[in-house]
């Protein structure tokens, strides 16, 4: 079993930074890919950047340019450093790590980016 913990998140203005955080403990030695996603009212949950166990990443087009997805393995820990923010960056944001034999989510952390 693999536990996540997201943190970060809260309220910025356009044009601001935020640095989220994905925590993971358990069975970390299983995870494969981690990727953050994005939820709002309006969108089903999508993939906003995602890393590699090989720490290859691929971005969703909206973000390109402004976020970066890291990940320090000694610490468990999976980072997304947001930059530029803009008010549809607003949503819940989930971390994902996926094994060979399931995904695990967690429970989220909010961003919202105020005009």
């Known amino acids: 079993q693999v536990q996540l913990v997201e943190s970060g998140g809260g309220l910025v203005q356009v044009g601001g930074s935020l640095r989220l955080s994905c925590v993971a403990s358990?069975?970390?030695?299983?995870?494969?890919?981690v990727g953050w996603y994005r939820q709002t009212p309006e969108k089903p949950r999508e993939l906003v950047a995602r890393?590699?166990?090989?720490?290859?990443?691929n971005y969703a087009d909206s973000v390109k340019g402004r976020f970066t997805i890291s990940r320090d393995n000694a610490k468990n820990t999976v980072y997304l450093q947001m930059n530029s923010l803009k008010p549809e960056d607003t949503g819940d944001y989930y971390c994902k790590a996926n094994s060979a034999y399931r995904d695990y989510w967690g429970q989220g952390t909010q961003v919202t980016v105020s005009s």
């Open positions: 890393i590699s166990s090989g720490g290859s990443t």
């Open positions: 358990g069975s970390t030695f299983s995870i494969n890919n």
